[in-house]
């Protein structure tokens, strides 16, 4: 599914990380590491959010940042921290994300009504933490990417909404095969979700734990 190819990111002159070659294959994938080691400047990365050195290719052929439409229709982030201008509504957004990303007919609603968000006339600026976590989940989900990654998607999450995470997780990959990369500080709660393999961010580099 991903492809690395001499892949170095730097901040400045500070080195983040360096993926010389590794391929990703496509299923669940839970990416581990400690704070600061480059769990999100990789989903960042890969999101199309910040530049990089090198190549990504997505299922051997979309270059990431040769091809910025076509990686755009392809891969979803939900970011740890998600920032979107305060005086939107979660409804204007979620409308801008659907029409962007050509998403089916109704998924929007069927997303909205999934996560029993009832707030979403009100302005952005107005939500709870936990609020705005399913907001940016209900965008993540938007379209028929190929890859979707979620940045600390079970933080600030109650524990019925956590399980409805991984249930559309399994679905989207069962339904519509799509692959996911989650990084989560939580171990005991990544066990429910069906894994392909377990990834850890260190030392600059990606390495795989273990695989299903
Ligand atoms: N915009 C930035 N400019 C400069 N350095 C940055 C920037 N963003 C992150 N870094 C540095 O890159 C390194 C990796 O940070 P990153 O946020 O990717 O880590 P992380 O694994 O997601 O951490 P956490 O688990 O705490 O969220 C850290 O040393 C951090 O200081």
């Known amino acids: 599914m991903l492809t690395f190819r001499n892949f170095n990111k730097y901040y400045g002159n500070h080195l983040v990380l360096s993926i010389p070659e590794l391929q990703i294959p496509a299923g669940n994938h839970w990416i581990k590491g400690q704070n600061g080691s480059g769990k ?70 069927t997303l909205i009504k999934y996560f029993n968000t009832n707030y979403l006339h009100q302005p952005v600026r107005t939500y709870s933490s936990g609020m705005l976590k399913k907001l940016s989940l209900i965008l993540a989900f938007i379209g028929r990417p190929s890859l979707i990654l979620l940045d600390e998607p079970l933080a600030t999450l109650d524990t019925a909404t956590v399980e409805l995470v991984y249930n559309l997780i399994q679905e989207y990959n069962s ?33 795989q734990l273990s695989v299903s």
């Open 40 to 109: 999100t400047t990789l989903f960042r990365v890969l999101g199309g959010l910040i530049p990089y050195q090198g190549n990504i290719l997505l299922n051997q052929s979309i270059n990431l940042q040769a091809q910025p439409l076509l990686h755009r229709r392809h891969i979803n982030l939900g970011e740890a921290a998600p920032l979107y201008p305060g005086f939107l509504t979660g409804t204007e957004l979620i409308n801008l994300f659907a029409q962007a990303r050509k998403a089916p007919a109704d998924q929007a609603t």
């Open 175 to 207: 339904k519509h095969q799509t692959s996911f990369l989650v990084t989560s500080h939580q171990d005991a709660q990544m066990s429910q979700l069906t894994l392909t393999a377990t990834w850890l961010v260190q030392n600059q580099t990606l390495t």
